[in-house]
């Protein structure tokens, strides 16, 4: 089956800066590539998502970007702010009309310093 | 529209209670799923369903069944609750087969302790 290997596990940086998280697949069907923020506490909300016929995609400060011969995709967020601070999980599907399954990342916690 | 609600929010169990979570979805979609989440670790399925009276098997489903008799209702029943299912639930849904590759939606999540 699919995996999803996710970057860094924590990750910190100061208002203002930009973040990168970054995930790898193994299954090359896979063509869905969603986003999902979550706050503590909180249900996992969709940002942002790629399918598998674009290469970038991008979302005012948020941006994903799709290698498919490499099998990666990656997740920026320029001139962060502190209500960015969240967990972050990448995930993977294939469209196969049998129920378009996510595999997620292991999420990746990013903290916003004022 | 509230989306995708899950009742309930809470619950203690003692080891070998059984327990139902109900997950109700109001936007039509073909296609829910159960997720468990434990700390510091992303979302893995339990069981989806591709339509009213459909189940399927995830990556984790031992010891969880599941039934989806309503096109809104996907039920996640413990039959003899173990420690090990300590976890928070997360039910989702999407639209289905006519539709290629829509987000999932997410539910608030049921918080579940076995002692």
Redesign the interface.
Known sequence: GENVEQHPSTLSVQEGDSAVIKCTYSDSASNYFPWYKQELGKRPQLIIDIRSNVGEKKDQRIAVTLNKTAKHFSLHITETQPEDSAVYFCAASMDNNAGNMLTFGGGTRLMVKP | NAGVTQTPKFRVLKTGQSMTLLCAQDMNHE?M?WYRQDP??????IH?S?GEGTT?K??VPDGYNVSRLKKQNFLLGLESAAPSQTSVY?CAS?YG?LY??????????TRLSIL
């Not at chain 2, 510091?40 to 399925?45: A, C």
């Not at chain 2, 290629?100 to 999540?109: A, L, V």
């Open positions: 296609y799923y510091g670790m992303g979302l893995r399925l989806y591709v399927a995830g990556e997360f999407s087969v290629s590759n829509q987000p999932q939606h997410f539910g608030d999540g």
